[in-house]
């Protein structure tokens, strides 16, 4: 099964004959792939058939299951493949991204999908099921990029997306801000006062809670926005609403009962844009560092590993503390020893800096002093609101 795979995804990749639609995978616990399907359409057949052998039929949709071993293989061949376009090639691109593919998690109308067009007006997105999916897409060379989101002004960060990033061996190369409308959509000829009960992304119903508690209306989380609205569509119930955007309004024939449901008017979504390889600083842009770092035991670790930004006067943005997942908790029992609880975590760090500045290769040379591990996530312009 696997060996016949491998034609099939340098097919997609080198000739470039079909085009991905949409993407799901998934992890065994093992750590194995455990089932991967996507569905795939022929582009304009210009390449001759014998090209495209094994597959000379249409390719709908295909599922690839029960990986072995062989897939460390594949993944190295990908590896040695030509590479579509670099990520200093679509950053910041002129032309909009225009050969791009890029990956985002939730159907058409998402606002992952309205920021993977922010940031690349042209490209072509690629919705995928979940989030690990559309960092499964870069990896294996489908898309160029994936476009996900880190933090919500309002409601916080997306804790699965900063685990991820380190589960993933892929660079931030920028990050969108999105200013986040969101709207109470429902069937043509409801009124807002129909609407007893809304479903939408959990997140996208925190962001709204004050508003609906008014209203008296009951939530039920869905995978994303834009697949609430969806399937307020196909039910055809005309108390259930969605609390998604105006295009998903659009795409799937809802009328909108009521605009900026949010309790907060500066409902802003902060997304990264990952990519196989990092971007190579410019100067005449302001640009953040974003690393993570486990520090050493013992008193005032962390409070020394700040330092290093506050002596070279660099300006933390963010820090974001996360447990370590493969040891998330270490306990002193009180019993023996009085001293305190002890946690393992990792921190993540924004930093307004760039790596091409000595300032910041001096910190990061200094923070390896108290820290266990330190990885660079990636350096990148830092966006304004859009
Ligand atoms: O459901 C969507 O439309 C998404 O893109 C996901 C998501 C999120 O995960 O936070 C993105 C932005 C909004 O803050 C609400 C939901």
Redesign the pocket.
Known sequence: MFSKALPLWSGIYVSDVVVVNKISYSWHSNGRVGSFSLSAQRRETQVEDDKLWPYKQDLGSLSLNQFTDESTLFLKDLNSLPKPLSASELSFSSNGGAKARVA???VP???????ALEAYPKCETVPCDQ?EDAFKAVELCLVDKAVL?IE?FV?GS?HC?YDLLLQHRLHIVGEVK?A?N?CLLGLPGVRKEDIKRVL?????LS?CEMTLNKLGIVRVN???????AQIVAADGKRDTGAI??SR?AEIYGLNILAERMQDDSN?I?R?LILAREPIIPRTDRLHKTSIVVTLEEGPGTLFKALAVFALREIKLLKIESRPKTECPLRVVNDSHNRSAKHFDYLFYIDFEASMTEPRAQYALGHLQEFAKFIRVLGCYPVSTVQ
């Open positions: 985002h998690q939730g109308g998402a606002y992952s999908e309205a920021a989030f989101p919500n409601g997306i997306n999105l986040v969101h939408s992304h959990p997140q996208a962001q869905a995978n994303n926005t834009a697949a609430a998604a955007s998903a409902n979504t997304f």
